[in-house]
């Protein structure tokens, strides 16, 4: 009697199984430790409209000279031949655009990575090629900023008709923990001093040449930073307004400023300046003042110089709208849009932290245009005590002399012995006319879009390339990173409407 197949199989599959050979199973083995000639077409490593093949593209249309200029590796020469300006400076726009801003990760990266692999040919580069040529080069890659910024016009993409401004913190390469007094600043020199001495007369004995030549560079390079460190302690000191008194050991240009999130921190300020056409950057600049009210002007400079014009209409913030601005932007006839601050909440702090009553705030008084005085709620008489001429107002104060046996002085003004005193401020009529054009519908409407234009470039450098903090240290390396962030920015827009667009009415991608 023959057996039921199995549930779900066929007789003639239950037929195969009785057939099949008994025995262990014969599998492939995996042995990782053989060496594999493996043939590779480096060309098809990426496909045709990988943006690895954009940015090489586009930096191999650029005018490298200046790059070029400072090789040493000369043909008919000593020496290795040196790496191509042209692939140094694909890796580094290509890896920003990743959100990588490590030398070494870079190097990684191309030893299995396609798109690096195909950049590199599969040759890779050492970290230490990349990392000296981002830190250096800094007018050549200015110059690469600006024709990019003239390709990106030529294309119709930056037509400077309206600029937004605004500017953003980026956390600098030291911690709150390495600021230092003078005076620990100047003990640390000392034994930094005492260290390099030493090494210069360690005997080869003691370490391999090696060894001491890697710390003695290591021991030169604190004491530098030291003695950097006390310079601009100095400097901090000779600023009036500056409360500082401790700079960083690490990095001693940066400056504590308040952050984004509400902290503070040792940080740089990044002013950058971006086209509404299509959000291209077209100015950049960095500077230790945590204020931007101040840096306006250099930011202008900055416009000028990478576009060769000036905007016919700027947008700005609270933070950059001051008479000073309002004044230059219409001596340079640049149509200025922005948010007047209003001081009364700053006054109001003032006058209750001098113990003065609401009732006797200064809108509380009266004015008399005829007699030039001031009445106050008690009824007593203020005259005319002094005028200060300032560019964009002119201030007048006024003073009272019968306050001493007043019974509201304990709530008029209470820490002034000598009586009431308030002030009166008038505009330049440019600022007046300034004032009543942010009333009109069309100036306000305009200075709504500024946080989509002006904020896009900082949100996009901070939360897609990663540049929510500086590798490199110093305000002038720290601007050489800051362009390169902006560089890649530029790049990639290219590469969504110029690049892309042509690409596919080529029928690829």
């Keep these: 009697m023959s057996e039921a197949p199995l549930p779900g199989c066929s007789r003639s599959a239950a037929t195969e199984d009785q057939k099949k050979p008994q025995g262990k199973v014969r599998l492939r083995p995996i042995d990782r430790r053989q060496m594999v000639l493996h043939p590779m077409d480096i060309e098809h490593l990426i496909p045709e409209d990988h943006e690895a093949r954009a940015i090489w593209e586009l930096v191999g249309s650029l005018d490298l000279s200046c790059y070029y200029d400072q090789v040493d590796s000369i043909e008919g020469n000593a020496g290795a031949p040196a790496f191509d300006p042209r692939l140094l400076i694909s890796l580094w726009v290509y890896a920003y655009s990743k959100g990588i801003s490590s030398a070494r990760e870079i190097a990684r990266l191309s030893e299995y990575d396609p798109a690096y692999q195909w950049l590199t040919g599969m040759r890779p580069v050492n970290y230490h090629t990349l990392a000296d040529f981002r830190s250096t080069h800094g007018r050549s890659l200015r110059r690469l900023f600006i024709e990019v910024l003239a390709m990106l016009t030529s294309e119709g993409l930056v037509t400077m008709e309206r600029v937004m401004h605004d500017g953003t913190r980026i956390k600098a390469s030291a911690g709150r923990d390495t600021f230092r007094k003078e005076e620990t600043i100047r003990e640390h020199l000392t034994r930094a001093q005492d260290q390099v001495k030493a090494m210069e007369e360690a005997s080869e004995e003691e370490m391999t040449p090696r060894i001491k030549k890697a710390r003695e560079r290591a021991s030169r390079e604190r004491q530098e930073r030291l003695s950097h460190a006390l310079e601009e302690l100095e400097k901090i000191k000779s600023q ?35 086209d509404a056409k299509e959000k291209a950057i077209v100015g950049l600049s960095l500077s230790q003042s945590p204020a931007d009210q101040t840096l306006l002007s250099s930011a202008l400079s900055q416009i000028e110089a990478t576009t060769g014009k000036l905007p016919d209409q700027l947008v700005v913030d609270a933070g950059f709208t001051t008479r000073e601005t309002i004044l230059t932007s219409e001596e340079k006839h640049i149509d200025l849009i922005g948010s007047f601050p209003d001081a009364k909440v700053a006054r109001e702090t003032a006058l209750r932290s001098r113990g003065i009553a609401e009732a006797f705030y200064p809108e509380k008084f009266s004015f008399d245009p005829e007699r030039n005085v001031y009445i106050c709620p008690e009824g007593k008489t203020l005259t005319p005590s002094s005028r200060s001429v300032q560019r964009g107002k002119t201030i007048f104060a006024y003073k ?62 901070k939360n897609k390339f990663g540049l929510s903090q500086f590798h490199l240290r110093g305000l002038v390396k720290a601007g050489i990173e800051a362009l390169w962030a902006c560089l890649t920015y530029n790049i990639k827009l290219w590469i969504r409407l110029c690049w892309r667009p042509r690409l596919s009415g080529n029928g690829i991608g």
Excluded: H
């Excluded at 709530?411 to 308030?422: E, T």
């Design 240 to 274: 009036r307004r500056s409360t500082q008194d401790k700079v960083s050991a690490t990095d001693p240009e940066c400056r504590v400023m308040g952050l984004p999130d509400g902290g503070y921190g040792p940080s740089y300020n990044v002013q950058i300046s971006t």
């Design 400 to 461: 009272s002399r019968d306050c001493r046996n007043c019974p509201s002085k304990p709530f008029c003004c209470p820490q002034a012995p000598k009586g009431r005193s308030v002030t009166r401020t008038e505009n330049d009529p440019r600022v007046d006319a300034f004032i009543k054009k942010m009333e009109t519908d069309e100036a306000r409407a305009i200075y709504r879009q500024r946080g989509e234009v002006a904020e896009f470039p900082n949100a996009w450098i």
